[in-house]
Structures are given as C-alpha cells and as structure tokens.
C-alpha cells in the first residue's frame, strides 16, 4: 500500500473525539448512494414505460407502411414481392382502410375499418396474439356453414358499445354507395364477430374493426385493389433507413411512412420526460458530492497539524493532495457500488413482484422496468466524475499548507 492510500484510510477512521467527522463521511456515502440509486431507478422505469409503450403499438401496427401519394395500389401483389427483396424487410401485407358505420340490434357507432389478408397479417401485426374470443384470424373469410357471411373481428371497448359478442351478427354502413334518383344508397354489409381483440389501448380498442381483404373490397368497391402494403422489420431500429431505401427503389411517387415518424410526438414527449427526470434526479448526486466538499475541508481543518508534520518529514504538495483525493474518491466509489447495487436490486424486486399498480388511464397495468447494462455504466462512471471533482479544490488546499505558520504555536 502506498504512502498516500495508508494515510488516507486512516484519517477515514476517525478517532473518538472526531467522531462527527466520521459522522458526515458517512452520510457523505448515503447521499452519493441515495443519488446513484434513484437515478437507475428512474431511468429503468422511463425505459421500460416507453418500451412497454412502443410494443403496444407495434403489436396491432406494422414498422412501414408503404402507399401511393393520392392514389390506390392496383398492381399491388407485384409491389409487395418487390419490397420483400429489400434487405431488412421479412414480412408484408396488403391493406384497405376507411371510416365507416356499425349497427347492431343494441345500437350503432363509428368505427375504422381495416381490410386484412388473412393469409399474410398475422406474420406483420400479430393481431391473434391479442384475440380475447376467436383463435384465428382466418374465419374472417367465411364464418358460417353457408360461405356467404364474412367475418369481423372488433376491438374490445367497440364490441362492449354494440353490446354485441362473438357468434353476434352486425350491420356495416358506408355513406359512399351508388346514386341513385333520390339520392345516395348507403351500402351495407352483414357480417358475424368471429373474434374480440383487446391491446390495452383505447384507442384501438374502442374503434378498430377487421375484415378479410376481399370483404373490405367488396364493401368498399375497390376490387383488385388496396390501399397500401404494411412491413414488418428485422430490425425495428432501422425504419427510418429502409423507408428511404424504399422510396428510392419504387420512385417518388410512392411515400413509406415507419413506426417512429408516425409516433413521433408521443415517443418524443417521453424521451423529454425521461431527460428531465434524470436531470433532476442527477441533482441528489451533485447535492452529495457538495457533502463530500464539506467533509473533506473539515478533515483538512482537522487536520492542518497533521499536514504540516507530514510536509516537515518529506512529504511533497502532491502527496498531501493524492491523500484528500483517495479519501473523497473512497466516499464517492463507496456510494456508487452500494446505489448501483441497491438500484438494481430494488429494479429487479419490482420486476419480478409488480406490487405497483397503475391507474386505469394507462395502456399498462403494472410498473414496467427495464435495466439497460449502458445506463448503469453511464451513471456510475458520471457519479464518479462528480464525486472526483468535488476533491479538487479542498485536496488543492490541503497542500498549500505552510508547516511553519500550521506549527509556529503548537
């Protein structure tokens, strides 16, 4: 052991009558710890709310969509095969999409109809993975002995609306039929819930409703067309790239619209959340590093003596000052691993027991917490440098203690 580490130790063991002082060095290490372990805390929490969050989304959503600027796909199937070759794309599937009316014998309200392949949807939104009643989005084609009554499956909020349930019949109504002398002739359409969805988020429960493409189609007279091709990703975090690369590669007439642009205010306000909580939260670390200052100018007012009889047998400026530094740098690491230590503690208890339950007015029921290896690293390295920092300037007065003023009347 060095010189300096030797003597640093021991001044953090304190003597009977400077007790106080080994009073505040420690909580000196609870600040640092304290700070250290509401940081993780927090960024586990914003981190796991926001992934929570964007696989909600994503669980009845695509990564792309891909359609064309004013207009139909007509010649869709060969699209679709040519956006398959991209690299990066392992999934697509053809859309239609339109406003429209559902009544039931209870009542009626608007709703989102979405057309879907059934062949195809299933590997790019994962909708069964959310189905309440009804196992397969395949009844959509036919969902009775006749062949003649197509399917649809509503989202939960919108089903409790109609008051309706699976095996229920419902009416859809689109304002856009055929003109007729007195007017406009709404089209209607029968069909049979075959499924009831349910992802957690309002608004997709309460107006999304599936058909099979061919039924939206028909509903829609749209035959042999749709609106837009949806894409599922290998990499979800390469969106923005590959919907440039698509636009290149069908030309300028076509527009690809990824996950992060279409919910790009949403995530953006969270990612200012998470910033501004670490910001505040990163306060409690550099009020401890203010402690750590506090402590070590009254070790060295302690210790002024000491300092000078050091200096009178041989001990230079840098070894005064490495011996402060060591002593702050003790305080600081000790209070870094034992918030690092207690912070993912604590995240792995609410992770593993979920005791925290969230209001209704959340898409999530329960806490989330997610740990990433780089934010724990990032924060205990950060609360290193603070707590190294605030040794500076009392370890730099240390050593400018002259012996002969320190010693002239003792």
Not at 70 to 91: C, F, M, N, S
Not at 267 to 280: G, N, R, V
Request: contains cysteine.
């Amino acid at each position: 052991m060095s010189f300096e580490w030797f003597v640093s130790l021991r001044y953090l063991k304190a003597k009977r009558k400077q007790s106080f002082i080994s009073l505040i060095s420690i909580i000196s290490v609870a600040g640092v710890m304290i700070g250290v372990m509401a940081l993780i805390i927090v960024l586990a929490v914003m981190t796991g709310f926001t992934n929570e969050l964007r696989d909600k989304i994503l669980g009845i959503n695509s990564h792309i969509v891909v359609q064309r600027m004013g207009d139909v796909l007509d010649d869709y199937q060969a699209t679709e095969e040519r956006l398959k070759e991209i690299p990066g794309v392992i999934a697509a599937t053809p859309y239609l999409y339109a406003q429209t009316m559902i009544t039931s014998g209870n009542g009626g309200t608007g709703a989102i109809l979405r057309g879907i392949a059934p062949e195809s949807a299933n590997s790019v939104i994962k909708l069964e993975d959310h189905l309440q009643e009804g196992g397969h989005i395949s009844d959509l084609i036919s969902s009775d002995e006749t062949g003649k009554i197509p399917g649809i499956i509503l989202g939960s909020e919108l089903a409790r609306q109609l008051r309706v349930f699976k095996n229920d019949r419902i009416k859809l109504l689109s304002s856009s039929g055929p003109l007729t002398p007195i007017g406009i002739i709404p089209r209607i359409r029968t069909c049979r819930v075959v499924g009831i969805f349910q992802t957690d988020m309002y608004e997709y429960d309460s107006s999304m409703a599936y058909v099979s493409l061919q039924t939206a189609q028909e509903f829609l007279d749209l035959a042999g067309t749709v609106h837009g091709i949806e894409l599922k990703l290998a990499d979800i975090y390469k969106a923005d790239k590959i919907s440039a690369q698509i636009v290149e590669e069908l030309g300028p007439s076509y527009i690809a619209k990824d996950w992060m642009r279409m919910n790009k205010n949403l995530f953006s306000a969270l990612q200012l959340e998470k910033t501004a909580l670490s910001i505040i939260v990163a306060l409690v670390v550099l009020v401890a590093a203010f402690n750590i200052v506090s402590t070590l100018i009254m070790v060295v007012m302690e210790k002024t003596k000491d300092i000078a009889i050091l200096k009178s047998m041989g001990a230079t400026s840098s070894n005064i000052m490495k011996i402060f530094i060591y002593e702050g740098l003790v305080i600081g690491v000790s209070g870094t691993v034992l918030g690092i230590l207690g912070g993912l503690f604590t995240c792995k208890i609410l992770s593993k027991y979920q005791f925290i339950k969230l209001p209704d007015v959340y898409p999530i029921s329960t806490l989330p917490v997610n740990v990433i290896p780089q934010d724990v690293i990032l924060i205990g390295a950060c609360a290193i440098i603070i707590t190294f920092a605030a040794t500076l300037y009392p370890s730099w007065q240390a050593s400018r203690v002259d012996p002969a003023t320190a010693l002239r009347y003792e």
